[in-house]
């Protein structure tokens, strides 16, 4: 247990549906990431939340909604998702000092659009 | 942007033996991470280790900062080992923490 907790683990969807992904942090960190792992490609950033701010928009589509109402609570809204929206999706948290934003990941939710 | 490259892609093990995992970078950094992968998607930290050397256990770390690459070593390596390695890094001056992630190693360990 890395003090990151995600919910769903796993996910299936219809293009036409409405979910969300929870992720909550118990580390006391003041940001949060949204991360998509999908197959054969690197990790890639999606969004970044420092103290609840969006600080980052990485060119994601507008199908993908985050919220983050505290610093320790980040949500991902998802709707009128494509089959390839497919892959993990992680959490992560940072420390705002000492180790410059050592990250600490979520277990991840295996989301599937069909 | 930053590139990061790792190497082997791929890597197969007999249990006891010991490996290298190496970590190239484009840019000069001021966080590097290693992450373990495993079976169940779940990332786990490794080490935090911009530079110099570390060792928690069979493993190992270190990075070169002046020639940015880094190495990671697993020695007597058991089954449990087996998933993806990741090195990811930070630039200098990209502010709160946006790592950028090589496209790990895939290692198997096989009894």
């Known amino acids: 247990e890395t003090g990151v907790t995600q919910t769903p683990r796993h996910l299936v969807m219809g293009m036409t549906n409405k979910k969300s992904l929870k992720c909550e942090q118990h580390l006391g960190h003041n940001a949060m990431y949204w991360y998509k792992q999908s197959a054969k490609k690197p990790l890639e950033l999606m969004f970044v939340y420092n103290f609840k701010e969006q600080t980052e928009n990485n060119s994601v589509p507008s199908r993908f909604s985050p919220e983050c109402p505290n610093s320790s609570h980040l949500f991902l809204h998802l709707h009128t998702l494509q089959p390839e929206d497919s892959a993990l999706y992680l959490c992560?948290?940072?420390?705002?000092?000492?180790?410059?934003?050592?990250?600490?990941f979520g277990s991840g939710t295996q989301l599937s659009v069909l | 942007g930053i590139q990061v490259e790792q190497s082997p892609p791929d890597l197969i093990l007999q249990e006891g033996a010991n490996s290298t995992l190496r970590c190239n970078f484009s840019d000069s950094v001021n966080n590097l991470q290693w992450f373990h992968q495993n079976p169940w998607g779940q990332l786990i930290n490794l080490f935090y280790i911009p530079s110099g050397t570390k060792q928690n256990g069979r493993l190992s770390a270190t990075t070169v900062a002046t020639e940015r690459y880094s190495l990671l070593y697993i020695s007597s390596s058991q089954t449990t080992d087996s998933g993806v390695y990741f090195c990811a890094v930070k630039k200098l001056e990209s502010g709160y923490s946006t790592l950028t992630f090589g496209k790990g190693t895939m290692l198997l360990v096989s009894p």
């Open positions: 992560a948290s940072s420390p705002p000092t000492g180790e410059l934003g050592e990250l600490f």
